[in-house]
């Protein structure tokens, strides 16, 4: 079974701190996939990044950077220097392709950035 | 405009009634989803298809019917609306089984 653990329910920071949002994954399979999503107020889903499980390679783009650790089955969102326009909720998902190929979601962090 | 869009934004309908999501992209990815957003629930998977004519059901089937007779489409049925069947449903495409999936705006369902 797969299953996604965002511990943090809501952050909140103050513009210009840096922020990390939290993902542990859970999977038996040794192939898969992990993402990051956005949904801001507006409500759509954003995609922000796709990693495998053989890239452990820390992704940076622009105040985004991701830190993937097999070892403790974490993939961590930092975003530095934090805008106002980062306030969202923000989803943490894994893919195995078992079955369905359905992205297993985490019940997600809302991060609110005050001005 | 291309991308993948779905109709309508909202909708409000009754218990029993019959109720049909569309799901448009333009990209003609082989891939499609369909999932829901509850409070406490975060996002579950209806039912998904890996090309046209070729449908499976995901994590939440019940009471839900799908069907693709084209690459570009994805409606969505409720046959006989429940109001727990009441949430946000968004549906999904992607070029591959564990590409990256891009998501619609989503369709706002209350069923009174």
């Known amino acids: 079974a797969q299953k996604v653990t965002q511990a943090q329910t809501e952050i909140s920071v103050v513009e210009k701190e840096d922020v990390t949002l939290d993902c542990v994954y859970e999977t038996r399979d040794t192939t898969y996939y992990l993402f990051w999503y956005k949904q801001p107020p507006s409500g759509e889903l954003v995609f922000l990044i796709r990693?495998?499980?053989?890239?452990?390679q820390n992704e940076i783009s622009g105040r985004y950077s991701w830190n993937f650790q097999k070892s403790t089955s974490s993939f961590n969102f930092t975003i530095t220097a934090s805008q106002v326009v980062d306030s969202a909720v923000y989803f943490c998902?894994?893919?195995?392709?078992?079955?369905?190929?359905?992205?297993?979601f985490g019940k997600g962090t809302k991060l609110s950035v005050i001005p | 405009d291309a991308g993948i869009t779905q109709s309508p934004r909202y909708k409000i309908t009754e218990t029993g009634r019959q109720v049909t999501l569309m799901c448009h992209q333009t990209w003609s990815h082989s891939y499609m989803f369909w999932y829901r957003q509850d409070l406490g629930h975060g996002l579950r998977l209806i039912y998904y298809s890996a090309a046209a004519d070729i449908t499976d059901k995901g994590e939440v089937p019940d009471g839900y019917v799908v069907s693709r007779s084209k690459t570009e489409n994805f409606p969505l049925t409720l046959e006989s609306a429940t109001r727990s069947q009441t949430s946000v449903y968004f549906c999904?495409?992607?070029?591959?089984?564990?590409?990256?999936?891009?998501f619609g705006p989503g369709t706002r369902l209350t069923v009174l």
């Open positions: 998902a894994l893919n195995s392709g078992a079955g369905s190929y359905q992205l297993t």
């Open positions: 990693r495998n499980s053989f890239d452990e």
């Open positions: 999904a495409s992607s070029v591959l089984g564990l590409g990256e999936q891009f």
